[in-house]
């Protein structure tokens, strides 16, 4: 067994709540990889901040794992993923080494939609690193905000990383201001969607 207690962790139970949520907002899913890599990091965005709220953490307190309950104690490594840090949740030698990305420079259109959920999950977390406190409060608003504005129900299913970092962008602008619109600017910048 590789996996076990699915349904004792919060965050995958907040992760597979919020795909139901993204599918009757912004309908993100099938397609190509990259509407399906922004429906995974939706999830575990939204499940991070469940944890978060739950527990009362800061973006800075909170250890940004999703699933650090499932895995048998035999396994090594803390989580399914690891948002703040994409590719770095386990390395066993019998489940292997955890394969997500975490900059658009290593895309390609042959991995898995959970792989490229790196590039997206990781702007979250220096946007949320970027407002301090709480992520919900400002960083979680504009990631909802963007899950469902118009702009990108209208291209649900070719939605690419950049279509919706643009809006995330337009989102705290409208939300918070410049500053905060530079914010999150900056997090897809660093993570190579945004030049």
Same mark, same amino acid.
């Given at each position: ?9 919060? /965050? *995958?139970? #907040?992760?597979? %709540?919020? $795909?139901?949520?993204?599918?009757? +907002? @912004? ?16 999830? /575990? *965005?939204? #499940?991070?901040? %469940?944890? $978060?709220?739950?527990?009362?953490? +800061? @973006? ?136």
């Amino acid at each position: 067994i590789i996996f076990d207690y699915f349904t004792d962790s919060l /965050d *995958v139970v #907040a992760h597979e %709540v919020t $795909q139901a949520i993204t599918q009757y +907002t @912004a309908g993100l899913w099938g397609g190509v990889n990259q509407p399906n890599g922004l429906n995974a990091s939706i999830s /575990d *965005v939204f #499940a991070a901040l %469940v944890e $978060q709220w739950h527990f009362n953490q +800061t @973006a800075a307190d909170a250890d940004w794992l999703i699933g650090q309950n499932v895995f048998p104690i035999a396994i090594k490594g803390p989580a399914l993923r690891d948002i703040a840090n994409p590719g770095t949740a386990y390395d066993d030698p019998i489940l292997g080494r955890d394969p997500q990305i975490s900059h658009f420079s290593q895309y390609n259109d042959n991995l898995d939609f959970y792989e490229i959920s790196g590039i997206p999950n990781r702007a979250f977390y220096l946007a949320a690193i970027g407002f301090g406190g709480f992520a919900w409060e400002k960083a979680g608003k504009i990631w909802y905000a963007t899950l469902t504005d118009s702009r990108i129900k209208a291209i649900a299913r070719t939605a690419t990383f950049k279509q919706w970092a643009d809006v995330t962008v337009d989102q705290a602008n409208t939300l918070f201001g410049t500053s905060a619109a530079n914010i999150v600017r900056n997090a897809w910048v660093t993570v190579g969607v945004l030049v």
